[in-house]
């Protein structure tokens, strides 16, 4: 999942084949492990299809109800759907089950994320520079990071998460940011990528 979600394979088709073949494999052996039907619904994100992807992460969180990166990635399929309420009720459950998760970077990006949609930039600012400094955040956290601040009137930052999206991905483009995040919000994916492309992505 991670080689396809984040390109770092020649061929990113076939991570996501493999991915999507490695879930379907744990269904098989335990349909009722939590990790497993995680792992389901993020196989479709690489897909854009939000709708079944909340599906299972429903499933990995109703058979464990502690189950933190669950709750992160049901706000991050609520974010992509434009569906506000519902992704701060789950990544506030994520962040009270685990507030040093290794996935943090992640919690504080889909957070930023629904906040650009909802034009409060500011806030969207804020939360984006906690992800971008959080533990493991990578070049896509940093994109979050420059547009959230590009579009909070916050240049030289923004200019500062460009550096450190080019040192983690030289190749990185506003493209690798709305492949990432197809997110439903028209409006705002045009914002956001044509920020992007002002600071040079």
Not at 28 to 53: I, K, Q, S, Y
Not at 84 to 105: G, Q, R, V
Not at 130 to 158: M, N, R, S, Y
Request: charged share 20%; net charge neutral; with cysteine.
């Amino acid at each position: 999942f991670i080689e396809a979600f984040l390109r770092i394979v020649p061929d990113v088709s076939a991570a996501a084949a493999a991915a999507r073949r490695h879930a379907e494999r744990g269904l098989e052996l335990d349909a009722m492990d939590p990790f497993v039907n995680f792992t389901m619904g993020r196989v479709h994100w690489l897909t854009d299809d939000a709708a079944t992807a909340r599906h299972w992460l429903t499933r990995a969180t109703t058979i464990n109800p502690n189950y933190a990166q669950g709750f992160y990635a049901s706000g991050f399929t609520s974010m992509l759907m434009g569906d506000a309420a519902a992704t701060e009720t789950a990544i506030e459950a994520a962040l009270d089950l685990s507030p040093i998760d290794p996935l943090l970077y992640g919690m504080y990006g889909v957070r930023a994320q629904m906040l650009l949609q909802q034009q409060d930039y500011a806030a969207a600012a804020r939360w984006a520079n906690k992800a971008a400094t959080a533990p493991g955040a990578h070049h896509l956290i940093a994109l979050i990071a420059v547009a959230a601040c590009g579009l909070a009137g916050e240049d030289q930052q923004a200019r500062r998460w460009s550096l450190a999206a080019r040192s983690k991905r030289q190749d990185v483009s506003s493209g690798d940011y709305s492949r990432a995040f197809p997110i439903r919000n028209g409006d705002a994916r045009l914002r956001i990528e044509t920020e992007l492309r002002r600071f040079g992505f």
